[in-house]
């Protein structure tokens, strides 16, 4: 599989470093290896979820019993969440950090990735949630702990954004 487990270590590390112990996810390639990193560490909670929403409640759960989160899903995840993302984790003021991978850009090969991808973007400024895309490895530690800062002292949504050139190892 040429998502890179290197580079999906150091993601995992930095959560970790930014104090994360609760993960929810669902399925997809591009995560594959974070969660079974998740999965595989007794100090991780992985939530596993039938639909992306459910991941919102889970992580607003956690804020209120003191534990940070991180959800996992790829831009159909996020697109398919926003309801919980409007109603609950923007209007309550809860820090949500989100890691997208970010299907659908340059050098997509599946047709069914594209669509989602093109629009994560402009729906993330339209609802008005900072972010910031991660895809190089340098920069993973530093725009993690940012982003859980900001999500923290904002207490709102913010996400990061997984980029090919990061999560994807051509052969």
Do not use: C
């Amino acid at each position: 599989m040429p998502v890179s487990i290197t580079h999906s270590q150091m993601i995992y590390d930095a959560l970790k470093a930014s104090d994360v112990r609760l993960i929810s996810a669902l399925p997809e390639t591009w995560l594959v290896h974070l969660i079974r990193m998740a999965e595989d560490d007794a100090d991780m909670t992985l939530v596993r979820l039938a639909k992306e929403e459910e991941g919102v409640g889970i992580s607003m759960g956690a804020h209120l019993a003191g534990v940070k989160s991180a959800m996992l899903m790829q831009n159909h995840g996020f697109l398919a969440a926003i309801n919980g993302i409007v109603s609950g984790a923007q209007l309550f003021r809860i820090p949500l950090l989100m890691l997208i991978s970010h299907r659908g850009t340059f050098g997509e090969r599946d047709p069914w990735q594209t669509e989602g991808g093109g629009v994560t973007l402009s729906t993330l400024n339209a609802l008005g949630i900072p972010y910031d895309t991660l895809d190089a490895p340098d920069q993973v530690l530093s725009k993690i702990q940012k982003a859980q800062t900001l999500a923290n002292a904002a207490l709102r949504p913010v996400a990061l954004l997984l980029g090919r050139d990061l999560m994807w190892e051509d052969a």
